[in-house]
């Protein structure tokens, strides 16, 4: 085998009250790459046209690279890999644009050298190119673009994500074209938190998670409550909780900010629900005049898929 | 119905990482109470021969008594309650014992009066009592003792508890003889939390869960560590660490502590292991010289019970 192609998916990490823990997959937008084995020992990357192609190609400047590199070293690969990267993901959207890159990579790679690489390993890749970007990995996009479905990241080093059961609902997503990278985002959320809001956030993630794994829509929508990082973030949004209250007026289970923004999900419970949910998500950010692109995905259960 | 005799169980709170949100309710050991109408329009409580029995016996000063006080004023009843108490489980243990009074005082006047009150109604009339030994009422011995089996506190008002599944485990548990109250063992908990200790404890929390409904051992064995409690209020509780570490290396799923302590509970897969692993906590108190109470617990289901 010496060339793969493979649809890579967005995903949203930071999931309501699940900050850093919380990760799912996404069947829209996907990134697509092909990754084909070369015989020199190095790494080229080409960004092939999109509305996102705006991506560093220097292999040690992205994500993807980073595993590249790493993979030939480590496992003294006496050839290289071209990488071809037409992003449908919107970049610094917080919906897991640098992580599609990099699990996409480590697992086309993993493929191309027969699977000598173990799952926990492959994730420990990606995370390392998600670093160039995040520098504090948290695995939630990583995992849950990796494994596929609701991905619980219970422990980083030594990595243990868990896939949590949940039912076939659908988001719909709203991705305003305004800068706000990674690292402003963590930057501007507090070192501590009140115990007793600490105390909240967990009841919810505890009564979250039963409400997935029961697939109990009442309950996932009153757990669905972010005590902690949406009163912060939500600040660096413009419309954010128009938004949000025109979400849910019209019939979301809940609404808040996918990974660390500045795009917005709502999940609804079928797919004629997130149509008209997105088109209403839209109205404040056209008042604003804002642009933006959007989306209504199923939920993508397996991750990242081979297409060739 | 002018007489009940019932059984109100211990409970642990606090369990594990999900502090102030899961407590879990015991088959032992368990408070005897009798409530019987009488025609003055007052409380009378007796504290009934017990290791025990050094309660409170003044209405106001009881957590039975300010529940059955409130109910007799809010349902302009014209009668009164003689409520005898016989104490089942230690005062000031961490074992839920003024609870188990508040509850089963709250249940079986509810009883008595022909149901009339709500369960959120009872739940609330029993936080009142507890309010009197705890001041902020936390709901996890509440909510175990009435409804049974592993509750999860999502709010305190309004009163939202919801029953999350668990298998027929096993409970170790050992009550070492040293006077803690919920008030001072409150005190030196810190008032705020590094975001990333809490974000440790959420995902413990929401893998604890899913461990618990999934009934998967493993899981509720890797998921039971908390990182924000255990570490300041085992200070108070001398041998804690030797304890634990012996629970463990008998077989133990986990181990922590009960509610605000000092009493340590070890969670165990079925009743033999339970039997053992109780033996053997014993001897680090045992070198200390200090006295102690043991138990082993099936999970209580159902919570209070009617015996006659």
């Known amino acids: 085998m010496d060339r793969i192609l493979l649809k890579s998916p967005a995903t949203i990490a930071n999931l309501s ?36 192609s705006n991506i560093p190609t220097k292999p040690k400047e992205n994500t993807g690279g980073v595993p590249a590199e790493l993979i030939i070293s480590d496992y003294s690969l006496d050839f290289g890999f071209e990488i071809n990267i037409k992003k449908g993901i919107p970049l610094y959207g917080g919906l ?6 990099a699990a996409g ?49 219970k422990n980083i080093d030594p990595i243990d994500f868990i896939k949590l059961p949940i039912g076939d609902l659908y ?27 600490a105390v909240k956030q967990w009841a919810n993630v505890a009564s979250l998670t039963f409400g997935f794994v029961s697939n109990d829509i009442e309950l996932i929508k009153k757990s669905m409550v972010d ?3 949406e009163p912060i973030r939500s600040k660096l949004i413009p419309g954010y909780y128009d938004i949000k209250r025109i979400a849910l007026k019209n019939g979301a289970i809940g609404c808040n900010i996918s990974g660390s923004g500045p795009s917005i999900y709502a999940l609804c419970e079928n797919k004629k ?3 008209n949910i ?12 804002i642009n933006f692109h959007s989306y209504i995905s199923s939920i993508n259960h397996q991750g990242i898929k081979v297409i060739q």
């Open 17 to 52: 009250c699940g900050y850093d823990i919380f990760g799912i997959c996404l069947e829209q937008p996907y990134d697509v790459i092909e990754i084909q084995k070369i015989s020199s020992k190095e790494v080229v990357i080409n960004s092939l046209d999109s509305p996102f």
């Open 96 to 101: 897991g644009s640098s992580s599609a890159t």
């Open 105 to 153: 990579v480590a697992f086309g790679i993993n493929k191309l050298i027969g699977k000598k690489i173990s799952q926990a390993d492959t994730l420990k890749y990606a995370l390392e190119g998600e670093n160039i970007t995040s520098q504090t990995p948290h695995g939630d996009n990583i995992g849950a673009c990796m494994l596929g479905g609701l991905v619980l990241v």
């Open 171 to 197: 988001f719909a997503i709203i991705h305003p074209d305004v800068k706000m990278d990674t690292q402003t985002s963590r930057k501007i959320l507090p070192k501590t938190v009140e115990l007793s809001l």
């Open 227 to 229: 005590h902690i990082v």
């Open 273 to 275: 629900k997130a149509n």
């Open 278 to 289: 997105v088109k209403a998500m839209e109205a404040p950010l056209n008042a604003l005049s």
